[in-house]
């Protein structure tokens, strides 16, 4: 991993800590968990406050993440806001601490001036034993503490404000003023400054969750359905009712569910060509399929003569493979036509004609979903699927290792907002 780290493809966007109060804090909320406090004076922070070195320093990469189900977080600050989560269980972690910092942004502003806040996002199951403990995940709170207890004493004050407003012999209570006045001083005026988060539950949308191997769960009006392996516990026999299942390897039905629930854009020569996604496709499948015949072939500098001279010297391989020229030919044909009739496509490959619909809420989720079926496009698979992506490159050699580093720094993180509306649709919201 250490290519990815120094080209920042794992582990970047981070939030350097390092100002001795903030680690302070930090390792309040460590010990508000029953963990250790770092010895660490400087690490790195992700949106929900997870530490790469102090989870090696830790030996638990789910340190914050127990059972996987329940996830922690530390919010030292509200710039945290603006970070990617770069370990959970499930993918929908990110968009959950988005919606709890909008909605308590006035609260994060005003805590993290003198504490941090820590807690749980809680939801109804504490161990995820089968699909059904999964199905069971319809809505989640977020329980919300203060290492300094700044939000404790906010509440103590504003109980003593209610007293001294209601009970009319509590002005005598010169004890009583008096704590108020110690409380003021560390919380301010409360009724300027809202110090307590107050949107805290918040619905449980379409996911993916890493359990059991990865499941996919999408939520619509009168079902949910499920893609995952069969060999999932629970799988069409919890909620068999309420519940479709697909098995992952069946594309014919996942086609079939995606497309008719809007959730994919179908090819059409106004989006095809614009985006080059085909020819995307088509130059990750020959480039896979060399690396698959010879490990040590230096794609880094393969320039298009050198691929033409590979193509027709391996051309029986080529066509036994069939994606490159399957993808060169369905270019041709859009380009005359203007689209393609997916029924006559097979298919094992018609995930590699289409993309989420751009405005669908799913489209992360579903882009997800197509990079995992089209596991030799690993540019699209470190877009939407980093965990899928990091496990596939442990196993790449040396040489494809260097290809791919090169590759995604020359391409997606030069501009990835750009890169990701040209190829994929995608507006940045």
């Known amino acids: 991993m250490k290519r990815l780290l120094e080209a920042e493809l794992i582990y970047g966007r981070l939030l350097d800590v390092s100002e001795p109060h903030l680690v302070a804090r930090y390792n309040k909320a460590l010990e508000g968990f029953g963990l250790k ?30 059972n996987r189900v329940n996830r922690r977080f530390i919010v030292l600050t509200p710039a ?19 919606k709890f910092f909008n909605a308590n942004m006035r609260a994060i502003n ?11 996002i809680e939801d109804s199951v504490s161990v995820v034993e089968d699909i059904d403990d999964l199905l069971s995940i319809n809505e989640v709170r977020f329980r919300v503490l203060s290492a300094e207890d700044m939000l404790g004493k906010a509440a ?3 109980e003593l404000v209610d007293r001294l407003k209601k009970v009319p012999t509590a002005w005598s209570d010169d004890a009583m003023l008096d704590r108020m006045v110690e409380l003021a001083k560390l919380t301010g005026d409360i009724r300027q400054n809202a110090l307590v988060p107050e949107e805290l539950v918040f619905r449980h949308e379409a996911f993916w969750a890493n359990h059991f191997g990865g499941v996919y769960v999408f939520l619509d009006q009168k079902t949910t359905t499920v893609i995952c392996d069969p060999s999932v516990p629970g799988f069409r026999r919890s909620r068999p009712w309420q519940v479709s299942y697909i098995a992952i390897s069946d594309h014919a039905r996942i086609y079939d569910f995606l497309a008719s629930t809007n959730r994919l854009q179908l090819p059409q020569a106004s989006w095809v060509q614009e985006s080059g996604l085909f020819q995307h496709r088509a130059d990750m499948a020959i480039r896979g399929l060399i690396n698959e ?24 391989l080529v066509a036994r493979d069939g994606t490159y020229p399957f993808l060169q030919e369905i270019t041709r044909a859009i380009a005359a036509t203007g689209t393609i009739k997916m029924q006559e496509i097979a ?10 619909a751009p405005d669908h809420p799913d489209k992360w989720l579903v882009n997800q979903l197509i990079s995992q079926l089209v ?55």
Do not use: C
């Open 293 to 316: 015949a010879d490990p040590d072939a230096d794609l880094l500098n393969a320039d298009r003569i050198w691929l033409q001279t590979w193509i027709h010297r391996n051309a029986a």
């Open 80 to 98: 945290q806001a603006e970070l990617p989560v770069v370990h959970t269980s499930f993918s929908n972690t990110a968009a959950l601490m988005h």
């Open 156 to 158: 103590e004050l504003r």
């Open 37 to 66: 406090s770092t010895a660490l004076e400087r690490f790195s922070i992700d949106m929900t406050g997870f530490s790469p070195e102090i989870a090696q320093e830790l030996g638990d990469r789910d340190y914050l993440d127990p």
């Open 375 to 429: 596991p030799r496009d690993f540019v699209s698979r470190f877009v939407f699927d980093k965990q899928g992506f990091y496990g596939a490159y442990e196993h790449y050699g040396e040489k494809f290792r260097e290809y791919v580093v090169a590759t995604l720094t020359g391409t997606y993180l030069k501009d990835k907002a750009a890169f990701r509306h040209r190829l994929y649709g995608l507006k940045e919201e």
């Open 347 to 356: 298919p094992e490959n018609r995930f590699l004609l289409v993309r989420a």
């Open 110 to 120: 005003a805590v993290t001036i003198k504490d941090a806040l820590y807690g749980e």
